[in-house]
C-alpha cells in the first residue's frame, strides 16, 4: 500500500476510535444495569440502521454530484466539522472547558438507568433505547468521516476498513478490561482528529472551488497530497496560539498573614 492509502487507514481508524469509546461507555454502562440482551440487541440495531444510511448516502453523493462539487460539499462539511473539535480541544486546553471524562459518563448513565426502574419483560426499552440512541449518534458521525474520507479518496472499502479496525480494537479492550476505557487520552486524540478533519476539509474545500470555474474541474494544490502536512501544521500552530490567548491565568492562593506573638 502507498502512503495515501495507509493516511486514509489512520485519519479514519482514529476518528473512528474516539467516538466508539463514547459509544462503548453508554452500552456498557446499560448492559451492567439493564441487562446486557437490551442492551446489545440496541447496539445491534443501530448498527443495521447504520448500514442502510451508509449505503444510501454513499451511493447518492457518488452518483449525483460531480467531483468538484463532491469535494466542495464534502470538504465544507468536514472542515466545519473538525472545526467544532478543535474549538472544543482548544477550550479544555486552555482550561475553558472540563476536559471530558468517561468515568463520569458512565455514573451519570448508570444513575439514569437506575432511576428508571426494574424492567419488565424480556427486553427492556429503557436499556435498549439508550445503547441505540448512543451508538447510532456516534456512529453517524462514524458514517460521514468514512464517507468523506472515502468518497474523496475513491477507497471507501479502505475507510470501512479503518473503521472497522477502530470498532474490534475498542470492542477488545473493553471485553478485557471490564470497565470504561478513561485510560485512554481521549482528549489529546479529539485533539489530533480535530486537526486531521480540519487539514483535509480545507484541502478538499479548495479543491472543490473549481467548480465554479468554465469546465467545472478540480483546482490542484502545489505539491499536491503533500499541502495536507502543510495545512495540519499551520493549523496546530494557529490552535496552539489560541490556547496560549485564551488560557486561564492561575489563581494565586492567598497569603494569610502570621500574628507575631508578643
Sequence with gaps: MDAATWGLIIATFVACFVEMVEATTIVMAMGYTRGWRSAMAGTFAALAALAVVTLAAGYALATWLPESALQLAIGGLLLIFGLQWLRKAILRSS??????????IYREEVEAAKAAGESKGGIDLFGFMVSFKGVFLEGMEVVFIVLTFG????????????AAAAVVVVLAI?????????????NLLKYGVG?????FGTYWAVEGIGIFRSGRESLGWPGHDLMILVLIAAW??????????LRKPAVATPVVPVEVQK
Design 95 to 104: 482550561g475553558r472547558k472540563a476536559v471530558h471524562d468517561e468515568d463520569a
Design 151 to 162: 468518497l474523496n479518496a475513491n477507497n471507501i472499502p479502505v475507510a470501512s476498513a479503518g
Design 174 to 186: 473493553a471485553i478485557a478490561l471490564r470497565r470504561p476505557l478513561s485510560m485512554i487520552n481521549e
Design 195 to 199: 486537526l486531521l478533519l480540519a487539514s
Design 236 to 245: 496546530l500552530i494557529l490552535s496552539r496560539v489560541f490556547v496560549a490567548v
